[in-house]
């Protein structure tokens, strides 16, 4: 069965940082580019950065570029997320979803349940 | 910044047809575009429905399928039922980054 599962969302001060880990189980996570979106409360999803198979190629959105650092660790089927500089728009849940990139597809399959992040003082 | 947009909220009759549209305000929107459609109800994860425009999941039920229509994507529900009642939103791929729609709320009434 695929799993995502994240962590390590909670409460944190603005300024402060935070990092969100995603782990996987039921495939061969080295295969998929892993991405991370985010929702705030009542509000629509937005896509925040992505991860190729090796963890070469990495994107931001503008909003999080230069604080937010995305990575994994296929030896540990884990992939991370880590914000600093953190802001009150920055309070979401953060999902993790598995794409995979074929020639002339894109495919947005399975995703996690996410994780509350919440800054404020 | 690029924006894509979708219908606010749409209203469907239990067993009638709609199709939710999703525009780039960059111009027409192609299948190198790649659109995936997704399905989010309260309180739950989005749950993936369409990928690369027009493909279904295994678990997408027949009634939903996705297209191009006027220099868009579009998402068709058919023969709706009352578990369809759901925001839904695209999703387009801009050559690196990607950007979600605002979402539709479609309530089946």
């Known amino acids: 069965e695929v799993q995502l599962v994240e962590s390590g969302g909670g409460l944190v001060q603005p300024g402060g940082s935070l990092r969100l880990s995603c782990a996987v189980s039921?495939?061969?996570?080295?295969?998929?580019?892993i991405h991370w979106v985010r929702q705030a409360p009542g509000k629509g999803l937005v896509w925040v950065s992505r991860i190729n198979e090796g963890g070469s190629t990495t994107t931001y959105a503008a909003s999080v570029k230069g604080r937010f650092t995305i990575s994994r660790d296929n030896a540990k089927n884990t992939l991370y997320l880590q914000m600093n500089s953190l802001g009150a728009e920055d309070t979401a849940v953060y999902y993790c979803?598995?794409?995979?990139?074929?020639?002339?597809?894109?495919?947005?399959?399975?995703w996690g349940r996410g994780t509350l992040v919440t800054v404020s003082s | 910044q690029t924006v894509v947009t979708q219908e606010p909220s749409l209203t469907v009759s239990p067993g009638g047809t709609v199709t939710l549209t999703c525009a780039s305000s960059t111009g027409a929107v192609t299948s190198g575009y790649y659109a995936n459609w997704f399905q989010q109800k309260p309180g739950q994860a989005p749950r993936a429905l369409i990928y690369s425009t027009s493909n279904k999941h295994s678990w997408t039920p027949a009634r939903f399928s996705g297209s191009l229509l006027g220099g868009k994507a579009a998402l068709t529900l058919s023969g709706v039922q009352p578990e369809d009642e759901a925001e839904y939103y695209c999703?387009?791929?801009?050559?690196?980054?990607?950007?979600f729609g605002t979402g539709t709320k479609v309530t089946v009434l």
């Open positions: 979803a598995r794409v995979l990139v074929g020639s002339n597809v894109v495919i947005f399959d399975y």
């Open positions: 999703l387009l791929y801009y050559g690196g980054a990607y950007v």
């Open positions: 039921g495939f061969t996570f080295s295969n998929y580019w």
